[in-house]
């Protein structure tokens, strides 16, 4: 089904500067190397300077258990502000398995989202759902608006259906 839509589509410079946040997925981990990972691929692949503070194990919920204070929101909060580092694009990577309720999530996620849109005024925000968890496109779609982005990555379909089995084990 194709979506359409009035308003222009969120953008960043060619050369943008891109902050990636997450998780394992983000750090690289199951690639064959860290920089087989989404955000080195995709950040050389189009040309942009970025970092990366990606702590497996942690979330928008919970802190990796050996890093206190790793949950993506204790990240957002430590991060500099103003323009010592303003990135273009804000990539929040969610992860797929947490301890935590759903509507404590949905609070995290959107609480999270709030500070990094303050401490980062010019960013546009992509926040890349897990795969396969319907509800939390729900949760995040609240958040859309002309510099916060949802990416579903199930109905982008980022997994071949060959792989998707062996992928989610």
């Known amino acids: 089904t194709a979506v359409t ?5 969120l953008s960043v410079p060619s050369d943008a500067e891109v902050l990636f946040i997450g998780d394992d997925w983000t750090s690289g981990a199951g690639a064959s190397a860290p920089s087989g ?5 995709t950040a050389k692949l189009l040309g942009w300077d970025y970092q990366i503070d990606a702590v497996p ?17 204790d990240r957002v909060i430590r991060m500099e502000s103003g323009v010592a580092y303003a990135p273009d694009l804000v990539v ?3 992860q797929m398995v947490s301890p935590a309720t759903p ?13 990094l849109l303050d401490r980062t005024p010019d960013s546009v925000v992509a926040v ?5 968890n319907a509800r939390a496109l729900g949760w995040c ?7 916060v982005l949802c990416v579903d990555t199930q109905g982008e379909q980022w997994l071949p259906e060959a792989e998707r089995a062996s992928y989610l084990a």
């Open 5 to 9: 839509t009035s308003e222009p589509p």
């Open 37 to 41: 990972g989404f955000a080195h691929r």
């Open 57 to 73: 194990g942690s979330g928008w919920a919970h802190s990796a258990p050996d890093v206190p204070g790793s949950m993506f929101l």
């Open 92 to 94: 929040i990577s969610a």
């Open 103 to 115: 509507a404590e999530i949905r609070r995290l996620m959107r609480q999270t989202v709030s500070v």
């Open 128 to 132: 890349v759902l897990p795969y396969g």
């Open 141 to 147: 779609e609240p958040l859309e608006s002309d510099r």
